[in-house]
């Protein structure tokens, strides 16, 4: 059956999302996989073997055991573009994936969240030490030149491409816009009516349009 998205990310349901994600991540694997690895292009993301766990639990398991919401989500999905074009030795593959994701979780939650969780507990769910987890972190945000936090309209973009693409799941109808009701004035009331002296438009109070400002 075919699962219906809303139109706000903020309020999706977060393992659908994850779904999204970790299809999305899959197919890169699938993809940088069929390339052999070239000397020299080891990073500090690379496992010396796959996981025992699929891309899709794992994420599972930081959704679940480390809260993430559907912008820490997109957040990741935003880093995927940013580190591959910033730092040409790195790939998504069955080798960095899972690094790949613990860390971008940790700091998407740092960078867009009030509240997060301490080093110990991401490194635990993510199945990393914490002294690997911080040398991660400085690896993954030296190469971002620390530049982590995406647009929300960027999000939005992410949002829209991964349900566009999703196997079986669409994005629901754009409300229709109720059209503005018509009214017939007092002066074309009586000018329809055929009366010789029209009377004045009422005097219209004075309202204050301006937007308010962030504090």
């Known amino acids: 059956s075919v699962k219906v998205m809303p139109l706000r990310y903020e309020t999706c349901d977060v ?48 959704i679940v055991h480390a809260t993430l919401s559907p912008p820490i989500l997109l957040s990741m999905v935003f880093y995927v573009d940013k580190l591959c074009t910033m730092y040409p030795a790195f790939t998504i593959s069955s080798l960095t994936v899972h690094r790949f994701l613990i860390t971008a979780a940790t700091v998407a939650a740092k960078g867009l969240s009030d509240s997060f969780w301490t080093n110990s507990l991401y ?72 009366d010789a002296a029209a009377a004045p438009a009422p005097a219209v109070a004075g309202i204050d349009t301006q937007e308010p400002t962030d504090s």
């Open 15 to 62: 393992k659908e999302l994850g779904v999204l994600v970790s299809d999305m991540l899959m197919e890169l694997v699938r993809l940088n996989d069929g390339f052999p690895l070239r000397d020299g292009h080891l990073t500090r993301f690379h496992s010396r073997a796959p996981p025992g766990i699929s891309v899709r639990d794992y994420l599972f398991r930081l």
């Open 123 to 194: 490194a635990r769910v993510g199945g990393v030490s914490v002294r690997e987890l911080a040398l991660l972190e400085l690896e993954f945000l030296r190469r971002l030149e620390w530049r982590i936090v995406p647009k929300p309209e960027t999000l939005v973009d992410y949002y829209k491409g991964l349900v566009q693409r999703g196997q079986g799941y669409v994005m629901e109808s754009e409300p229709e816009a109720n059209p503005a009701p018509t009214t017939t004035s007092a002066v074309q009331e009586q000018q329809s009516n055929g």
